[in-house]
């Protein structure tokens, strides 16, 4: 495969059920680049989860070929196929009589690893979706949340290293906090690992967080259009594309930009130690009504309002601070941030990286201020 193959390519690709008035799938035609997330949506009977599935031949197409690397699956041991592509569903399907660590190392036992490689692969994995191996790695899928089970489902999809997974609405059993807090890990993963990723789901705002590449299929799974988020919602192909996007696609953009991009790297910050006869010049200094207080390691404790240290000259920060009660993340997008600030009424979010280390600090102004430019962008075309 040369430089300018896809990494995944569908071609005239047809799956019609005996006995269907429609094709499930009809003659789809697309590209994903190696290190790309193609992030396939559209309304319920689209075709998504075949389409996805026929990757792996899940499901057997009816007509057309689809290419992984280069090699058209079809002409593929499937059992072989299987175990080169990582496959991370909904319902997770941990085995659970198996340890978390034995789920993990599944696959590559299949391919013969040695027990040490497997073992020494699956704690490298805990590590890298956030479980502590030595807190994780002997427990049983019923002794996890349903977070941490999804976070073992992608590590065992990972065990093989494998140049392409699928994924099929992976986060869509799990609450809305977790759910967030599991995209933005993966975010931070895939920006790391550049897995070649189909992912299938049915919220608009999680396939434009998610993707690189969305592909729009209208029922009886009719290409509409394929492109990036911002194409998509800067211009879409048809009607039917821009009613499935929604009528708010100026606030929609804010999905498009990461809290990473936009937030201030060196927040003015107090020390624990610090006194709030300190902290009160500091925030005179910088104008400032508020400071977040953090350790020596940079970890967040909290944050002491102009106000509070006002009536107690004197203290320490550590004993008069307040507790925060929302956090971002870099990879979360600016329309989460600012979705949370209206939330809790608040102005400022600190941004905290996996150890909960404080990196910057994004604003409510910030947000208004990209909302403002996507409005002067849209009134000039």
């Not at 020494?120 to 349903?146: C, H, K, N, T």
């Not at 106000?307 to 107690?312: N, S």
């Not at 956090?327 to 608040?346: K, V």
Request: charged content about 25%; hydrophobic content about 40%.
């Amino acid at each position: 495969m040369n430089e300018i193959d896809p990494m995944i390519q569908f071609d005239n690709v047809t799956k019609q059920y005996p006995g269907s008035p429609q094709p499930a799938v009809n003659g789809l035609t697309i590209a994903v680049p190696e290190g790309e997330t193609c992030v396939v949506i559209g309304p319920s009977g689209c075709g998504k989860t075949t389409a996805m599935k026929m990757v792996n031949r899940l499901i057997e197409p009816t007509s057309g070929a689809i290419f992984v690397g280069g090699r058209n699956v079809l002409k593929q041991n499937v059992t072989e196929l299987r175990r080169n592509i990582g496959y991370v569903i909904q319902q997770i399907g941990l085995f659970p009589h198996f340890t978390i660590r034995d789920n993990i190392a599944l696959v590559p036992e299949m391919l013969g690893w040695s027990k040490a490689r497997r073992y020494r692969r699956a704690d490298e994995l805990l590590e890298i979706v956030g479980l502590d191996p030595g807190q994780f790695r002997d427990r049983y899928p019923r002794q996890l949340s349903g977070g941490q089970r999804q976070r073992v489902g992608v590590a065992r999809a990972l065990a093989a290293d494998p140049p392409v997974m699928l994924m099929d609405e992976p986060f869509g059993a799990i609450d809305p906090i977790t759910r967030d807090r599991l995209q933005n890990e993966f975010l931070r993963l895939q920006k790391q690992l550049r897995k070649t990723i189909m992912f299938v789901t049915h919220d608009i705002d999680e396939a434009l967080k998610m993707g690189t590449l969305i592909c729009i299929l209208q029922v009886g799974g009719d290409l509409q259009q394929i492109d990036s988020p911002k194409a998509i919602l800067s211009r879409p192909a048809n009607p039917f594309v821009a009613d499935f996007v929604g009528s708010d696609r100026g606030l929609k953009k804010l999905t498009l930009v990461r809290v990473g991009e936009t937030m201030q790297t060196n927040p003015t910050v107090g020390y624990y130690a610090d006194t709030t006869t300190e902290l009160i010049g500091r925030m005179r200094q910088h104008e400032m009504d508020s400071v977040f207080i953090i350790d020596d390691q940079q970890k967040l404790l909290g944050y002491v309002t102009l106000e509070e240290a006002q009536t107690q000259p004197g203290k320490r920060a550590a004993d008069v601070l307040s507790h925060v009660i929302a956090t971002t993340e870099e990879e979360a997008t600016m329309r989460d941030a600012f979705s949370a600030m209206l939330s809790y009424g608040i102005r400022f979010l600190p941004v905290l990286d996996n150890h909960q280390r404080l990196t910057g600090m994004v604003s409510a102004d910030d947000a208004q201020s990209l909302i403002r430019q996507n409005q002067t962008v849209a009134m000039a075309r």
